[in-house]
């Protein structure tokens, strides 16, 4: 009787692994959203990113030199799995560094409400040389809300976002965003501030006198290649960014590797998105134990919501001090007059 129950055992869990397996190579987010979204809805999708959070402690604190070994490391995988990737030229100068402030009231009712509000400042030679604010409205749990919001905004945007969820499955969900410039003599310090900029943030029923709170992360970014997608007449870009603290610039919390392309048509694309979709999820399978950030179904790929929910504690932004630090250098150009990775801090 015992071993006929232990014969039983091991083909449940056999069973149960199997099924497991199944339900991760069978994760396709873009069919997720078609059946939710029936056509047209989903054509002012204007894009979609393809994310994955990685450890500091797995792959080194220094941010140069541990974008460069999750690129190693990504480049191996995915030779592996014949997966074909065009690397560009590396550049030490094409890095590209700025600073990314989350602001929110002090209790944090933006978060509640489902908006992000950003402020992203790139700097040169140690000096802001420009700034822009980023809106975004999120709901995952009724997602039709995201189509509707924001309605009165100029540039509004729709992308779709997709991460690592249970089960080495994935997760996808909309968010819609706008983005002004910001005049780096007049940064917005109240709702009414911000509301001035984008005026939808004032119909949120919040006091418009309450001053916002920031809380700010020093970005590094290596725009190391391409992944090549079928149905696209270009590659889709690859971006890798580190993540360290304004005050204390020196040491990495977050790493993320993504890449997106801009969706035209969303429903007859199924051969684009199931290409994408089956290299972040071979990506997230085998190698997050390597070099994955923990609990990373937890933040959806997205460093923001690790940011804010992570039990990460840094002090209110009140600007950057370090300025000597030896991550502003501009990018130069090289002989060839190009510039390795795009300066853009977005």
Known sequence: MKKRMSVILSVSLGLIFLTACGAAKESYPHKTQIAKHPAPALEIVEAREMKFLIDPAKVGYSAEQGLTTIWEKVKTFTKKENIVLKEKKFDAHGFTYSTKVYYDTPKGDLTKLGY????????????????????????????????SSMPEEEDVAVEENVGPAANYTLDTYLEKSTKVDVDLKEIPVTLADFSLLVPHLATLGLDPKTKL???GAYSIRMKPGFAILPGLPFPAGISMEAWLPVEAGERAFVYDFSFGYPTGDYYDMAETHIAAENIIQKIYQQLDKEIGLPKNAEWRGSKATYLRKGGLSFPEYTGIKSLEMRSYKPPQKAKDGTISFNDDPS
Request: charged share 25%.
């Open 116 to 147: 992000v509000a950003r402020i992203t400042t790139k700097y040169l030679t140690g000096k802001p040389a420009s700034a822009a604010l980023t809106v975004k409205f999120i709901d995952r749990d009724n997602p039709d809300r995201v189509f």
């Open 213 to 215: 709170v920031g809380v």
